[in-house]
């Protein structure tokens, strides 16, 4: 009896120790905690943070680690394979190849477009679409410059960015020395914009006959058939309204006496002298308005006195498009990327870089400012002056036209 009740104390103390041993495992190895849970959000934070996500883990073990990264701003960037770099730059230049080609397909689209008006395709009908290029006197060639060295012939428009092309035309010719090197300029950026303007800077086609006299026009041929020919056009009304502002809205003298003060006398009803210089007509407010410069336009009588100064004279009869096949029509609403493809396409965008300018509003907001308080017949007599410009160079007709 005294054996059997000590197997039987011996059998439950065992037990007890058993149970009592798998109760600490199974603490050990996560099953259940005996000792109450910490709040995470209340934890202090190791005082030095690793930079980045640490996941450590063991075959032999039963517990992770984890280091989490408080300072992202340290963080190591994860270096490219080289596969993955050749992909990337892949990607780049097909980029570049796809904008290339639509630039071209841009180009094309603009051409076509003016052999379409040229052709008569289109509605509009205009003076000298169909003259040939031999009967355009030599006075009207006075924009077409030339640059023998690149081979390059480039007609100027006023108002379109042409202060900026005439310079990068005097870096390529190499007509005009910097006093401070006693060299050429290389920068046109550096080019005084107030020198670049003096005619006798520029090579153009209406000097030819004092060059090579009666061998000029078959110069002009040729350097026609075998240069790189470009413009730069702008909507036409915007280009008015930038002309009149320059020219009339601050005081330049030449501009005043030759062209504002016979808008005054006749449309201002001025009544008296007008004064002698600008700056006393801008003393006491007397100058010409935007709707007085479009009536001035508009008069029959403007022209049987002199043609259009060259600021307001249709780019048509500027640059003569139906009869100088233009490989590149650049305009100013596109004028960063235009230059860019243009000096790629000249080959000289390792020599120079085109200008940096400041860039205008938008053509829709100056033409609903400045056209609000013109009358909508003058708007539509003004447009049919400019159309062949409109359509030449695909300027949509203006929302004042075809709105009231």
């Not at 996560?30 to 849970?37: E, I, Q, R």
């Not at 477009?113 to 679409?129: K, L, N, Q, T, Y």
């Not at 410059?145 to 100027?156: E, K």
């Not at 310079?167 to 920068?187: A, C, E, F, H, N």
Request: charged share 25%; net charge neutral; with cysteine.
């Amino acid at each position: 009896m005294g054996t059997w009740r000590g197997l039987r104390v011996a059998f439950i103390l065992g037990s007890l120790f058993m149970i009592l041993l798998i109760i600490v495992y199974w603490d050990d190895v996560g099953g259940f905690k005996l000792y109450p849970l910490k709040d995470p959000k209340h934890e202090s934070l190791p005082s030095a943070c690793c930079s980045q996500l640490t996941v450590t883990t063991s075959k032999t073990r039963t517990s992770s680690t984890v280091s989490i990264s408080t300072t992202a701003s340290n963080a190591t960037p994860i270096p490219k394979t080289a596969g993955q770099e050749k992909d990337e730059q892949e990607k780049q230049e097909q980029r570049k190849e796809d904008g290339e080609k639509e630039r071209n397909k841009e180009q094309e689209k603009r051409k076509q477009r003016i052999m379409d008006v040229c052709s008569g395709r289109g509605a509009v009908e205009f003076p000298g679409r169909t003259r040939p290029f031999e009967q355009i006197p030599n006075r009207e060639l006075d924009h077409l410059i030339v640059d023998d060295t690149h081979q390059i012939i480039y007609c100027y428009v006023p108002k379109v960015a042409c202060t900026n092309w005439k310079r990068v035309m005097v870096v390529l010719s190499q007509s005009l020395i910097s006093p401070s090197s006693g060299k050429p300029y290389t920068d046109p950026e550096a080019v005084p914009p107030d020198l670049v303007h003096n005619s006798s800077l520029h090579l153009t086609f209406a000097k030819f006959w004092r060059h090579y006299g009666s061998l000029s026009r078959h110069l002009m041929a040729l350097k026609l058939q075998h240069y790189t020919k470009f413009l730069f056009v702008r909507d036409p009304f915007v280009r008015l309204i930038s002309a009149f502002r320059n020219k009339f809205g601050k005081p330049n003298e030449d501009f005043y006496k030759q062209f504002g003060s016979v808008m005054l006398r006749r449309y201002g009803n001025v009544s008296g002298s007008l004064p002698e210089t600008v700056a006393e007509a801008f003393a006491e407010g007397i100058k010409p308005t935007f709707h007085q410069f479009i009536t001035y336009l508009l008069d029959p009588e403007t022209e049987r006195e002199s043609i259009f100064n060259e600021h307001w004279r249709q780019v048509y009869r500027l640059c003569h498009p139906c009869q100088v096949k233009y490989d590149f029509i650049g305009r100013l609403e596109t004028l960063e990327t235009d230059a860019e493809h243009l000096l790629k396409l000249l080959e000289v965008d390792d020599l120079l870089r085109f200008p940096s300018g400041a860039r205008n509003r938008t053509a829709a907001s100056w033409e609903r400012d400045w056209f609000a308080q013109i009358p909508i017949t003058t708007r539509r007599k003004l447009y049919k002056l400019y159309e062949p410009d409109f359509e030449l160079f695909g300027y949509p007709e203006p929302d004042s036209v075809a709105h009231q």
